[in-house]
């Protein structure tokens, strides 16, 4: 049943994923919203396991790095590859981290329970790059959220790529596959599968350049490859992505003035002068709404 909500959260929420996914209908946004709350935000905790098969593949692993998508377990998920007794860096925002310091803190305690030293290593540092060559060299992988805000200003964390995703494009940080390009290691993307006993942690298909590949195809396709994981996951439960929220602010979507215009062009919406108001008037139902205030558009 259609249930209308009214506040600014769930409008850019809708509207973040309209241009990704247009063929949810509008009166199922609420429906989707609701389920991305209650995933997100909700009382009950899924364990992330990691086990059998899929634990003894992962160990074989040469160092590299390890790429993680927000889709709800962003906390468990490392804290079960260092149980599993894998050694890796974390790079983060030193902003995010400040932010919920209590957590990551709680977290750091954690992986390093078992007498294993799991550090943080901050984007806006200008030695970062060495510091993951050391990392690599120790025999240790590095771990890195796709979607994220973590980037270098020497990786091109500004710099962006223009990525096909889903029904739409993403701006991408070159950050990541630059990363693996320059030390020659493989992206390890990682996906959390809902299952009765919490969620598993699944390995993904690789990701390493060609031999001679450039380091400008790679970024692409190796951008590209990260967020086709992702694809399927979200076109069958699209509220598992904690990013629609904030997708217009992290840079990865951004709307051009042409996009606009020709939005404007086929919206039904025109906003009119009477007197000394302004008010939306809709073409198709012949219906006004007085606005209390202008936005300027």
Not at 75 to 104: C, N, W
Not at 131 to 141: A, D, F
Request: net charge neutral; hydrophobic share 40%.
């Amino acid at each position: 049943m259609y249930k209308p909500i009214s506040d600014w959260d769930f409008a850019l929420f809708s509207a973040n994923l309209h241009q990704y996914l247009p063929e949810i209908s509008w009166a199922y946004h609420t429906t989707v919203y609701e389920q991305w709350k209650e995933w997100h935000y909700g009382d009950i905790v899924r364990n992330a396991i990691l086990e059998g098969d899929e634990l003894d593949q992962i160990r074989k692993l040469p160092p590299g790095v390890f790429v993680l998508f927000h889709t709800g377990h962003h906390m468990q998920e490392p804290l079960s590859l260092a149980k599993a007794g894998l050694l890796f860096d974390i790079i983060l925002d030193r902003t995010v981290y400040t932010r919920s310091k209590l957590v990551f803190d709680r977290l750091q305690q954690e992986m390093n329970r078992d007498g294993f030293e799991y550090q943080y290593l901050f984007s806006e540092d200008a030695s970062l790059l060495l510091r993951v060559r050391n990392s690599l060299r120790q025999g240790r992988h590095i771990l890195v959220f796709a979607d994220g805000s973590s980037g270098t200003p020497i990786a091109g964390k500004d710099d962006r790529i223009l990525v096909p995703f889903l029904d739409g494009q993403l701006h991408l940080k070159k950050g990541i596959p630059l990363m693996a390009h320059i030390f020659k290691v493989s992206l390890y993307p990682i996906l959390s599968v809902p299952t009765c006993r919490g969620v598993k942690i699944v390995l993904q298909k690789s990701i390493m350049a060609t031999k001679g590949e450039s380091r400008s195809d790679f970024i692409f396709r190796g951008g590209r490859a990260l967020f086709s994981v992702l694809e399927p996951v979200l076109r069958d439960a699209p509220w598992q992505w904690e990013c629609w929220l904030y997708l217009h602010t992290n840079g990865m979507l951004k709307l051009i003035d042409e996009d606009l215009m020709e939005a404007r062009k086929r919206d039904p919406m025109v906003l009119l002068p009477l007197g000394d108001k302004y008010y939306l008037f809709d073409r198709r139902y012949y219906n006004a709404q007085r606005l209390n205030f202008v936005l300027k558009l």
